[in-house]
């Protein structure tokens, strides 16, 4: 644990998609502190996604035992930035704090 799931629409990173799950762990690995071996990425490609009424989104949602959103998710911006020319407020991403007993 954590888990994160991007669901894009955005053919810039579904062509890229090794490349963003290798970031988007990075940015978890250092943002949250976790362990490699703990870190679970998973990438699906949308047929079609909005936020705030503009296609060519990106959906991050994010399942962690403890940690902090905001840092991570500005970290996942600058990836999915970098790899697709995605802007931040093309973004919208959710975190749920789990416990042990889950």
């Known amino acids: 644990m954590p888990l994160v799931t991007i669901l894009t629409?955005?053919?810039?990173?579904?062509?890229?998609?090794?490349?963003?799950?290798?970031?988007?762990h990075n940015a978890v690995k250092s943002a949250l502190g976790k362990p490699d071996q703990y870190i679970t990425v998973a990438f699906t490609k949308s047929d079609y996604i909005t936020v705030a009424g503009k296609e060519a989104s990106v959906v991050v949602e994010v399942d962690s035992i403890g940690g902090d959103?905001?840092?991570?998710?500005?970290?996942?911006?600058?990836?999915?930035?970098?790899?697709?020319?995605?802007p931040a407020e093309k973004v919208v991403g959710t975190f749920r704090g789990v416990s042990f007993k889950e």
Do not use: M, Q, R, W
């Open 9 to 24: 629409d955005v053919d810039a990173l579904v062509a890229k998609k090794k490349e963003v799950c290798e970031g988007v």
């Open 69 to 86: 959103f905001n840092p991570l998710i500005g970290e996942i911006c600058k990836v999915l930035s970098e790899l697709g020319g995605v």
